[in-house]
């Protein structure tokens, strides 16, 4: 009987909408917490500009406010904890603003209309992460992506270790910087998906280690979930060692996915040594194959990467004509990345 009445429409759209409140219910407390802990941080603020010697009065006046709080709340109100309710309002305030405008705004008001207060969508857990994140630039971008992906905080630290920012941001004019701060990562054209390099941490792959090409796609087979991660937005995978036929002779695609923003194929080639012509021409057949033969009539172009250890920038450049919007050369490496590294380079780009 209790297996009947679980079979029936009934009943599943019942523990549907109870499964589904619950989630929102958590999702709201969640919300709740961290405008609660933005407000107080805000009257931390506020009060501190009553002090006459702040930097003690702060310390003082945390300490006292901590053992109260835990007194009759319990956990989390540790001064610790206070001290990042703080820095949460000091870092979220309204506009960004300076250190002196905020010192004016909590002075003239002691209550900030919810009309101006910041958006938030992430966990508490996330605004920690966050607000380690010097660079107001890369802070929005991560938060947006967050939101917009569903990132865990897992997700977030390992894409904030890969230097995700700094990968996409190199291939960018400085307007299109701007624009991930602004806005995230949008995809409208095949260069928008781009990284160089790609970051494969997750294979477990030593740097040093040898291993086939076929190594190399089975363990990316294996981890796909996390390949089509650090691919990014909008892809779907087809299919591996996909064969097509003509005159008489086979050929095999190493990855095939589809980018449902794009709307177009993406094939991408393993190469573990040094990039040659060679295989940016085989690229290029493999492309115009597609483009002929398989993509449908209100699909556009498309997109073919070659994932290499190695390459020449100049060998790709000549090798592909002027116009180019569809062929690409990655690197790709196993290990994370340093991220000084890169934002040496962007600020040498800057």
Same mark, same amino acid.
């Given at each position: 009987m209790s297996n009947q009445i679980q079979n029936k429409p009934l009943y599943k759209k019942i523990a549907e909408s109870l499964h589904a409140a619950r989630k929102n219910t958590v999702r709201a407390v969640i919300h709740t917490m961290v405008y609660t802990y933005y407000e107080i941080g805000r009257m931390i603020v506020e009060d !501190?500009?009553?002090?006459?010697?702040?930097?003690?009065?702060?310390?003082r006046v945390l300490r006292e406010l901590s053992e109260k709080l835990t007194a009759e709340f319990g956990k989390g109100f540790s001064k610790r904890n206070l001290e990042q309710m703080r820095q949460f309002f000091l870092t979220y305030s309204i506009a960004q603003k300076s250190s002196a405008q905020l010192q004016q705004t909590v002075s003239? =008001?002691? /209550?900030?209309? !919810?009309?101006?207060?910041?958006? $938030?969508?992430? =966990?508490?857990?996330h605004y920690l992460k966050l607000m380690r994140i010097e660079n107001p630039d890369e802070r929005s971008f991560y938060e947006i992506e967050c939101a917009t992906n569903n990132w865990s905080l897992k997700e977030l630290q390992r894409q904030y270790d890969s230097a995700l920012y700094?990968?996409?941001?190199? *291939?960018? @004019?400085? !307007? @299109?910087?701007k624009q991930l701060a602004r806005r995230g990562q949008i995809?409208?054209?095949?260069? @928008?998906?781009?990284? +160089?390099?790609? /970051?494969?941490? $997750?294979? +477990?792959?030593?740097?040093?280690?040898?291993? *086939?090409e076929s190594d190399l796609e089975q363990a990316l087979i294996d981890k796909l979930e996390h390949f089509l991660l650090e691919l990014g937005k909008g892809f779907t995978f087809v299919g591996r060692q996909v064969r097509f036929t003509f005159d008489e002779k086979h050929f095999k695609v190493d990855l095939v996915f589809f980018n449902r923003l794009l709307r177009c194929f993406v094939l991408i080639d393993l190469k573990i040594g040094e990039l040659t012509h060679q295989d940016i021409g085989q690229m290029q057949m493999y492309v115009n194959y597609y483009d002929r033969f398989v993509r449908l009539s209100d699909e556009n172009k498309t997109a073919g990467i070659i994932l290499c250890k190695d390459k020449n920038d100049t060998l790709v450049e000549m090798t592909l004509p002027q116009d180019n919007d569809s062929i690409f050369a990655s690197r790709y490496q196993t290990i994370l990345p340093d991220k000084k590294t890169f934002i040496a380079l962007l600020n040498q780009q800057a």
């Open positions: !501190e500009q009553q002090g006459k010697e702040r930097a003690e009065y702060g310390k003239k =008001s002691s /209550v900030i209309s !919810e009309t101006h207060l910041p958006k $938030f969508s992430l =966990s508490w857990s700094e990968r996409l941001a190199l *291939s960018r @004019d400085k !307007e @299109d910087i995809i409208e054209k095949p260069t @928008d998906i781009l990284k +160089d390099p790609y /970051v494969l941490e $997750f294979l +477990d792959l030593p740097e040093q280690q040898r291993y *086939s």
